[in-house]
């Protein structure tokens, strides 16, 4: 039998405590399945003395990152430490300029830094591994780099944020406000310490920007992402979706286009009977549309301990194995700077929510507008029930929800702009895209 794989782990919060109860637990089964013991024989924190129910006794002890990732008697640095800066970026990099292989769930770093560091690995041919940063428990990095190797890939969509995800269920079936579901997120744990973070969509940015990457072979560039978050979606939005056949979720989407690679975050409509519509609560989901086969959604906790920890476990068992693969894919010489698709350009349907003034010729003067941009509408429903489509609705003024045929992002903008203009509306348009699926 092969000698034992060492492994150092930084960061002890949910996922480390979680994962050094696995390899302990696990320690048979591992064994079977990678051929070797897989040991965890060091460990960083910042309090030695806090109750995590793990036994570290048999465990070296570092108080900084650095020094674990350098130290010579691991040959796995484990980085649970999060953050696109130090320490979880010196010493992710400390583990490779010495020659060890990196197993990490730090979003952050890899968008911000992924291309420098899978070249490091590279020229130190060792392995630089991320399952746990996407979708967690869900194993679509390798699903992309290699189940689907043999791919090209259209497009690919997903709920990747499970606090906003289960904000929008609670909204949706509980009729609840934004503000009490966050609340609510926040108490059971599923924000980031900053829920900004969140609802405003980066966290989904930074996850899209790792998936794009191995999709389309690009470099990782979260600058390229046209990001929107949740925080404009009202009770009233999710009720006519709901009558229109749709849900409001908040996608990450990449596709592939003719102007280039379009990657965005915003709120979106999805019909009510697609894949992607069925995730409820927490949970995260990818939907992969690849040349000549029908598109698959793969489904599961995206956040949590365990299932975090799943998956860092099974990126130290492709170590322990003695698989290594291009952390994005390919080697990083063959990644290709992202051509940017405008968002301007974005060709879709619209659902577009109007509190207009309830006066002769406010519904003529939007239509005129939309025409002028060569906008065609689906449908058009304007109600005087405001319980019904905008409890915000002043006296004088009815909501009126509009759903368009496929136009272009600067036609919307443009109509919107000129119907602001005419002073027939109140307050801000809501615009949320309909991704067809
Ligand atoms: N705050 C994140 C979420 C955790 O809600 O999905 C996982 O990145």
């Known amino acids: 039998m092969a000698t034992a794989l060492k492994v ?15 390899v302990a637990r696990q320690r048979e089964a591992l064994t079977a399945r990678c051929g070797r013991a897989i040991e965890i024989v060091a460990v960083c924190a910042r309090s030695r003395t806090k109750e995590r129910g793990i036994d570290l006794k048999k465990m070296k002890w570092f108080a900084d990152p650095v020094a674990l990732a350098r130290d010579p008697g691991i040959d796995v640095f484990v980085e649970l430490i999060g953050g696109a800066g130090n320490p979880a970026k010196g010493a992710v990099e400390a583990a490779l300029a010495s020659g060890k292989s990196v197993v990490t769930a730090n979003k952050a770093l890899l968008a911000r830094h992924g291309v420098k560091l899978a070249a490091l690995a590279e020229s130190k041919h060792v392995a630089l591994n991320f399952e746990a940063a996407v979708g967690a428990a869900i ?3 390798k699903t992309l780099r290699e189940g689907m190797a043999g791919n090209s890939f259209d497009r690919i969509y997903g709920i990747l944020n499970g606090t906003c995800n289960y904000i929008l269920t609670r909204m949706e079936q509980d009729k609840m406000s934004f503000a009490e579901c966050l609340k609510e997120a926040q108490r059971l744990g599923y924000a980031e310490a900053d829920p900004s973070f969140d609802i405003d969509g980066h966290d989904t940015a930074q ?16 600058s390229a992402i046209y990001v929107e978050g949740i925080s404009s979606i009202t009770p009233a939005d999710l009720s006519a979706a709901d009558e ?3 849900r409001v979720k908040l996608l990450g989407v990449a596709v592939k286009t003719p102007k280039g690679i379009e990657q965005r975050v915003h709120p979106t409509m999805v019909r009510k009977d697609s894949a992607i519509a069925q995730v409820m609560g927490v949970t995260n989901a990818v939907t992969i549309d690849a040349t000549d086969i029908n598109p698959l959604t793969l489904v599961g906790p995206g956040a949590g301990g365990a299932a975090t920890a799943s998956a860092v476990l099974s990126d130290i068992g492709d170590i322990a194995r003695g698989v290594r693969t291009a952390p994005f894919g ?4 063959r990644l290709v700077s992202v051509r940017k698709a405008p968002m301007q350009r974005h060709e879709g349907g619209y659902y577009i929510r109007l509190v207009a003034r309830d006066k002769p010729g406010t519904a003529a003067t939007i239509a005129k507008r939309l025409a ?3 906008i065609s509408l689906e449908s058009i429903v304007q109600r005087h029930d405001p319980a019904h489509l905008g409890r915000d609705t002043k006296a ?3 909501p009126v929800i509009l759903i368009t045929y496929a136009t272009s992002e600067d036609a919307v903008r443009k109509a919107l702009a000129a119907v602001g203009r005419d002073r027939v509306i109140s307050g801000r348009p809501q615009v949320i895209r309909i991704e067809k699926n």
């Not at 996850?207 to 979260?222: E, M, N, P, R, Y």
């Open 8 to 22: 150092g782990v930084a960061g002890l919060g949910t996922v480390g405590a979680v994962l050094v109860a696995q």
């Open 139 to 141: 194993p679509i990095v």
């Open 207 to 222: 996850k899209l920007a790792i998936l794009a990457s191995l999709a389309f072979g690009t470099k990782v560039d979260q």
């Open 244 to 246: 229109l056949g749709y």
């Open 330 to 333: 390919r080697p990083t010489a």
């Open 372 to 374: 002028e941009q060569d």
């Open 396 to 398: 004088g003024s009815v």
